[in-house]
């Protein structure tokens, strides 16, 4: 079984939408611990969920994807993630100190960076996910994500063009308005 490690941090630069990466973040919190740490990917469960080669899941932070069985563009949002991250992947995760560690169902919350890319901000970019702030609270890339979402809804990506009840409602989560037609 593989072990996480801290990941050293440089500062890495954003470049464009296409290599937005995670920048200027520390290596452990006030408290002494971790905030980032490598891991490798063991599958992909939906359009913002993963599961470690350790067995731990992990929830993408402040994003959330249409569901893949019942929403308008779930499938091709897990086939997002799955191509961003694929099994045996090595992954950075960055845990944001001003968010939950965990949701309820144990899941970690994190942002995920693959290659240099922030694998949350790439999914809402290309219209995959849309910002998704529970409690309203705004982790460290909350910005870049609204931006994100409103120029895929502008451009019409992803679920912005393949599902015309989609709303944009960050509170909420990124509700498709409706399921997905039988077959389709």
Known sequence: MSRLRPVALGHLAAVGMAG??????????????????EARVASVTDGDTLR????????????????????????????ALEVLAPRGA???????PALDDADD??????????????????????????????RNAR???????????????RDRRGLWGACPAARLEPAQGSLTGRPRAAGG
Request: with cysteine; proline share 2%.
């Open 20 to 37: 937005v990466s995670l920048a200027g973040c520390g290596g452990a919190d006030a408290g002494g611990g971790t905030l980032r740490e």
């Open 105 to 134: 169902g144990g899941r970690l919350l994190r942002y995920v960076e693959r290659g240099g890319v922030n694998v949350n901000l790439r999914l809402v970019a290309d219209g995959a996910a849309a910002p998704y702030f529970f």
């Open 52 to 79: 470690l080669r350790d067995g731990r899941r992990v929830r993408l932070v402040q994003i959330d994807a249409p569901e893949e069985r019942a929403e308008c563009y779930g499938r091709e949002a897990t086939r």
């Open 90 to 96: 090595r992954i950075v995760l960055e845990r944001d």
């Open 139 to 153: 982790g460290r890339y909350a910005k870049e994500l609204l931006a994100a979402a409103e120029g895929a809804r």
